[in-house]
């Protein structure tokens, strides 16, 4: 090697190190991934109990890494790399196409039966009538687009147990666009065919589809699985409206307190979390009134965030559709049935949430 | 901290290099000691304790063997000493679990968990291990040794002993350094751009190996194992799962010692190989040549030879094999399937000395390499799995115990095939003849690509190594 060669591969090697270094350095810390949805690890504080235990090198690790200049760069490049290397499986989901398709992994032992007898015991606990709704994932439905042999968690057995049957509703469907190409939930189509199946279980009149004229709320949105597989090349999705607002009121108990709110909180369709778009996202309580619904019906839905999309079509035939999440309203749930005069209450969940979630329990409460 | 992590990368490698080479020609091994020793205390803050009573009681051996150098007893009486204490500080941290375990399971006694003096009460059972101990206590042990020896000259500067002990490239997982292959240039040494040049260039080679390689296919034997757990494993699953381990542990391990060897020649060291293709060997003994280099010839030297080696006749020469291979096996971790993976080695070289000599010499030398490959594979299979009834389980499966194929397997070939491709290309020495039959020119041309490729790609896997998506926040 001559000198000059090697001082330009000395100075190459030092500026891409030292170069980062500095760009880490310079950046503003981030307190949000917006791509990831999370909060990103802050600069932890010093202290001698904390070096001693390891607690702290181990922050600014996480830190180190979480604060990286051009994170989703970098993400994306792997993915690329993997995708070269025929990978089909990135970060649990898997690339079908132009589809990605999480993967379902097979429960704790013992834990999905846990969940189905919780729900037993709250129908024994109620007055009211009780009805469990599974919602089979992408994985399950569109089976035949995994690539050949992938594994993922046999879901027919759980669905046997479901009594709304949204796996044949959905199965029906299966050609058309009913889980997001890049998110794990449903979309507004989707949940409308759910909407029928569980309607039917509950005694109500079925919805048609020429009553709705869908909205496009957005045309690009990408979802979860985009940030889980780190492939961010795929077109986005389309996310549509499909209930109109009028003639429904909805209030919501996001600090305890009641407050106004809307069916679609659209400043959210201005961030990556498109989806939160519906009732404004998580929140332990929320109530929609349909005033042209006049027979005081009321349906209480135990939900995780599937139900979001749901619950403006239930809108249709209820006076009254309250929404329940579990992991933040921690008062009993039959006497909440009990206290609101609620008629039904539907335990609505996603399969791959029902067989993880481990705040079912408080449904015997 | 490990090499292959962003905090080094990014953080520690540019601060440590800005401070070594701003610092006077005299005055480096001081800055390479101290960095050093942020670099263990940054994942062992406690056990730099361990680093500093390990430098004293070496260095001051040192000193004694050579004072009673003319008194061969009082010297020998001194290697001893220090011999001791580095297997005692083993001994403790490494084995105290495993014997106290051993001696209950056989004798009933059961050892105290923790030790009360002086109103402080110090634990002694499941004790942390300290990252590198086994690597660093014999480098440790070399050097006593190699002074009475006299193949090395005795060290009077405590910060240059400082410097070999804790020198933080080879610290923590090697190549196990001998004092005498850097006694020389702990106190001379060259550095140069060109030596800079070569070790960057290196030190990319090994973080390609282990973040890319072997990081990549980590996860097949996860899976396999995984799969054994479930009862669902078959006989193609567990031989593409004991490749997957055997490709995991030779690209994570020779491209941790490539990078050492090439920071190391960044600071002017000039460490021995540490692998050399064991992959493409022909026979059992070959491998063991070929592999972790380093502690084949420190066993070599500092056991072996020293207990007669081959010059004792065939009862001796029979159990100073199975006293190495014992050490060695155990060396790697204390379990006995380490044991066992010791001994299966030494039953296999026994064979090949003395029963199947004229037999491989005979049988064409693919069939050898097949035979090495099945062996040293079978013998990863009991490396990698400390419980001894779920390894009895898996390779039985791998021998027929099973159904031979699934869909999964269908799977999980497609999915690494490419890799596997890469793997094995990369064990041979295709890429080295391939490399030095290009011109010049193409080779000056393609050695920054291929390192700002390397850098690029790791960082990208390191970073998304990282990624750890909340997704359910949001449920």
């Known amino acids: ?365 | 901290m490990i090499f292959s992590s962003l905090t080094f990368l990014f953080a520690y490698l540019p601060l440590t290099l800005v401070a070594y080479f701003l610092t006077p020609l005299r005055w480096r091994n001081l800055t390479l000691l101290l960095v050093s020793l942020f670099f263990y205390g940054w994942g062992e803050p406690v056990y730099i304790v361990i680093m500093f009573l390990s430098i004293l009681i070496d260095y001051t051996h040192g000193l004694l063997v050579e004072k009673y150098r003319d008194n061969d007893k009082k010297a020998r009486w001194f290697v001893a000493q220090s011999v001791v204490f580095n297997l005692l500080l083993l001994g403790f941290f490494k084995y105290w679990d495993f014997l106290a375990d051993n001696l209950f399971l056989l004798t009933g006694l059961s050892l105290p968990a923790s030790l009360t003096l002086l109103g402080v009460t110090i634990p002694l059972r499941n004790i942390p291990l300290p990252i590198g101990i086994s690597f660093f206590t014999f480098q440790t042990m070399s050097y006593t040794i190699d002074v009475y020896r006299r193949d090395a000259p005795v060290q009077r500067n405590i910060i240059s002993f400082g410097a070999f002990v804790t020198m933080f490239p080879q610290l923590i997982a090697g190549p196990i350094v001998k004092y005498k292959t850097v006694a020389e240039d702990l106190n001379h040494r060259v550095h140069s751009t060109e030596n800079f040049a070569l070790g960057a260039r290196r030190f990319c080679v090994g973080l390609a190996k282990k973040v890319l390689l072997a990081n990549s296919i980590g996860a097949l034997w996860d899976a396999q194992l995984a799969a054994q757990g479930a009862g669902t494993l078959t006989a193609a699953g567990g031989w593409m799962g004991l490749l997957a381990f055997g490709f995991q542990i030779y690209f994570d391990f020779s491209g941790y010692s490539d990078m050492a060897i090439g920071l190391g020649q960044i600071f002017g060291f000039r460490f021995n190989e540490n692998f050399d293709h064991p992959y493409l060997s022909t026979s059992a003994s070959e491998f063991w040549r070929r592999w972790h280099m380093s502690l084949t010839s420190w066993f070599r030297e500092y056991l072996y030879i020293p207990l007669g080696g081959n010059r004792g006749g065939t009862a001796k020469t029979l159990r100073n094999i199975l006293i190495v291979w014992f050490c060695t096996g155990f060396w790697h971790g204390a379990s006995w399937n380490f044991i066992l993976w010791g001994l299966y080695f030494a039953a296999w070289l026994i064979l090949e000395k003395y029963a199947l000599r004229n037999v491989l010499e005979k049988t064409p030398a693919p069939l050898k390499h097949l035979y090495t490959l099945i062996v040293v594979f079978v013998g990863w299979g009991i490396f990698a799995m400390e419980d001894l009834s779920v390894c009895g389980a898996y390779l039985a499966a791998c021998f027929g115990g099973a159904p031979l194929w699934s869909a999964v397997d269908g799977y999980t070939l497609r999915s690494y095939a490419i890799t596997f491709v890469i793997l094995i290309t990369a064990s041979t020495t295709l890429g080295v003849r391939g490399w030095a039959r290009l011109p010049e020119k193409a080779q000056k041309i393609l050695t920054p690509i291929l390192m700002a490729l390397s850098l690029l790609v790791c960082t990208a896997y390191l970073v998304d190594g990282s990624y750890n998506p909340f997704l359910y926040f949001r449920f």
């Not at chain 1, 940030?227 to 305890?256: C, K, N, Y």
């Open chain 1, 1 to 365: 090697m001559t000198k000059a060669y090697s001082r330009f591969l000395t100075a190459f090697f030092c500026l891409f190190l030292a170069g980062l270094l500095v760009w880490h350095v310079l950046l503003p810390d981030r307190g949000q991934s917006e791509t990831e949805n999370r909060t990103l690890a802050q600069a932890p504080a010093f202290s001698w109990s904390a070096l001693v235990s390891g607690s702290y090198t181990e922050d600014v690790e996480e830190y180190f890494a979480d604060q990286f200049p051009l994170r989703d760069g970098w993400t994306g490049l792997k993915a690329r790399m993997e995708q070269l290397l025929g990978k089909r499986e990135f970060n649990g989901v898997y690339l079908c196409g132009d589809t990605l398709i999480s993967k379902v992994d097979t429960p704790v032992a013992g834990a999905v039966d846990k969940n189905l007898s919780y729900v037993d015991r709250l129908a024994g606990k109620s007055d009211a009538n009780v009805v469990l709704g599974l919602i089979p994932s992408a994985a399950e439905l569109w089976k035949e687009k995994l690539p050949a042999g992938a594994d993922s968690w046999d879901q027919t057995a759980l669905m046997a147990r479901s009594q709304v049957d949204f796996r044949d509703a959905l199965a029906a469907h299966a050609d058309e666009p009913i889980f997001y190409r890049t998110d794990h939930h449903w979309t507004t189509l989707g949940a409308f065919y759910g909407a029928n199946a569980l309607l039917e279980v509950l005694g109500k009149e079925s919805l048609k589809e020429e009553c709705f004229t869908p909205e496009i709320a957005s045309d690009n949105f990408n979802g979860t699985l985009y940030s889980q597989s780190g492939i961010h090349w795929l077109e986005p999705d389309t996310m549509e409206f499909w209930v109109a607002e009028e003639g429904l009121t909805v209030t919501s108990w996001r600090t305890g307190k009641e407050e106004p709110a809307s069916l679609y909180d659209r400043t959210y369709l201005e961030k990556k979390d498109k989806y939160s778009a519906f009732l404004g996202g998580n929140q332990p309580l929320c109530v929609i009134k349909n005033e042209n619904v006049t027979d005081g019906s009321k349906l209480l839905l135990v939900r995780d965030s599937y139900s979001d999309a749901l619950a403006p079509f239930l809108a249709q035939r209820f006076s009254e559709v309250h929404l329940l999440d579990l992991r933040y309203y921690r008062a009993p749930v039959s006497a909440y049935a009990a206290e609101n005069g609620i008629g039904d209450i539907a335990v609505v969940y996603s399969v791959q949430n029902f067989i993880s979630d481990v705040n079912l329990v408080l449904l015997t409460q």
